[in-house]
């Protein structure tokens, strides 16, 4: 099964209709959770980063969290160099 796609808004850039967020990738305090949780170590985010990639995800949402995104890019940057 091939994950559908659009385009980004007007631009061509085409990304999947799913996405992987990312919010809870680098930042478990002062969120609006109704209980603690665990921050994700870079292992595990790489596993989520390849299954996602590998299932057509391409789309990352993150609420703008700089160290959220910080990590996740630098992890897909590791990844992409192998």
């Known amino acids: 099964m091939t994950l559908p796609t659009r385009a980004l ?40 980063l390849g299954t996602a990639r590998d299932e057509g995800i391409n789309l990352l949402r993150g609420r703008n969290l700089t160290q959220s995104r910080d990590q996740a890019g630098a992890l897909i940057r590791e990844h992409t160099k192998a």
């Open 9 to 48: 808004g007007s631009t061509d850039i085409m990304v999947s209709c799913l996405g992987l967020g990312t919010v809870k990738f680098g930042r478990n305090e002062e969120v609006k959770y109704p209980t603690n949780f665990a921050l994700p170590t870079d292992i595990e985010i790489q596993r989520l």
